[in-house]
Nanobody, 126 residues
């Protein structure tokens, strides 16, 4: 069973940084793609970034290019999202998921393995 657990969120000042973690249990990420999403209050969930675990190829939404970095640690079975130059509009609950396609093309359209977890809240405010 695919299980992913998000962690690392918190309260951050505008311009600050935070690193999110997406840890897998019960399976090895090596042959999957892992994507990050965010959902702000009253808005739909949106794709933020995606990484293909086998080759490290990455994809980013235009709104986060140059500010966010997704990377993997295969040994730790974990994907990270380093978020920098944060803006108040980045405030959202962040989730990770594994597209069933195994790659990042159309990663934000689904479907994804398993069900959505609790996510981790990131609040950007002074």
């Amino acid at each position: 069973q695919v299980q992913l657990v998000e962690s690392g969120g918190g309260l951050v000042q505008p311009g600050g940084s935070v690193r999110l973690s997406c840890a897998a249990s019960g399976f090895t990420l090596d042959y999957y793609a892992i994507a990050w999403f965010h959902q702000a209050p009253g808005k739909e969930r949106e794709g933020v970034s995606c990484i293909i675990m086998s080759d490290g190829k990455t994809y980013y939404a235009d709104s986060v290019k140059g500010r966010f970095t997704i990377y993997r640690d295969n040994a730790k079975n974990t994907v990270y999202l380093q978020m920098s130059s944060l803006k108040p509009e980045d405030t959202a609950v962040y989730y990770c998921a594994a597209p069933t396609s195994g790659d990042c093309e159309d990663y934000d359209r689904g479907p994804w393995f398993g069900s959505w977890g609790q996510g981790t809240q990131v609040t950007v405010s002074s």
